[in-house]
């Protein structure tokens, strides 16, 4: 499958024999046509009818109208937004997403819906929104099947219909494994990275797990890497949790293994120390009362590690 942008006139004509083949497209989705009210009579849609909600369409510049075809033929048809009417609304759009009914239950939709993600993922964007009719429960079936979950409800700009807006995450996953190493005295060492997007903040030594990797597996690797201590193993499992930020220059969501252990307190050190600290960003660290911990004015990650690392004292 591939995806063409329609290419239209400067007044926003569409090619009469692609014209044909988005007015089959249209016709042949008689369901949804019947449940959007977009055209006037679902059983007569004509290419008038669809060059005029096109050229509707393409008028804000913001707008394309993706086609999906396979071995030529069309088999679906996407018009995606890449920026709301409303100024407060960060994300991109997919108005509209219809697949030929000969290769419904075929992944075809599923597929050309990965497309369009790309689509938006490859520009740096990191979320997509939809809005569904709520007289479409096959629609609303479909998408959240595909991860997008329900973050509103109203009606739509165009026609005043009652509708669900829907948002997914277009954020590469990424796993990832840390240990918090604990001295005698209860402080925990972290380290200060700078991040493009979010900013300084303080974590624990750790990072992304390679492929095939566990995560206790990468926790140990990384903690020898970054403080170059061969002595420690991961302890228990602190907690989980789930943080967005850019890598690399790629917008990810990262899960994360928190571990804990016991270890003196000692400085990092070692030939390969620096080379590995530069290449993760890592700026400086430091040890880090319970005390100092809430008090802190930058973010720690995880969050609340102060509260956790007591509640696992008393276990």
Known sequence: MILDVLKTAPDHAVPAPVLAELTALYAANREFQALSGDFPDPDDIRPEQVAAALAQELANPDTEVLMARSRGR??????TLARHPDPADPDPWIGLLMVDPAVHRQGVGRRFAGLVEDRFRAAGRTAVRLAVLDNNPKALAFWTALGYEIVAHRRDRALD??????????????????????DPEGAVLLFRYDNVEVGVHWALPGG????????????????????????????????????????????????????????????????????????????????????????????????????????WETR
């Open 74 to 79: 069309l088999v679906g048809m996407a018009i």
């Open 208 to 311: 992304g797990l390679e492929p095939g990797e566990g995560p206790r597996d990468g926790a140990l690797r990384e903690l020898r890497e970054e403080t170059g201590w061969e002595d420690l193993e991961p302890g228990p499992l602190l907690c989980t949790w789930e943080h967005d930020f850019t890598h690399s220059g790629l917008p990810v969501r990262q899960h994360e293994h928190v571990y804990v252990t016991r270890g003196p307190r000692r400085e990092p050190a070692g030939p390969q120390l620096a080379a590995a600290h530069a290449a993760d960003g890592i700026l400086t660290w430091r040890w880090w009362t319970r005390p100092e911990l809430a008090e802190e004015a930058e973010p720690v990650w995880p969050p609340e590690l102060a509260r956790l690392l007591d509640e």
């Open 161 to 182: 219909r009652p509708c669900a807006v829907l948002c997914k995450s277009l954020r590469t996953p990424r796993r990832a494994a840390r240990v918090a190493v604990v």
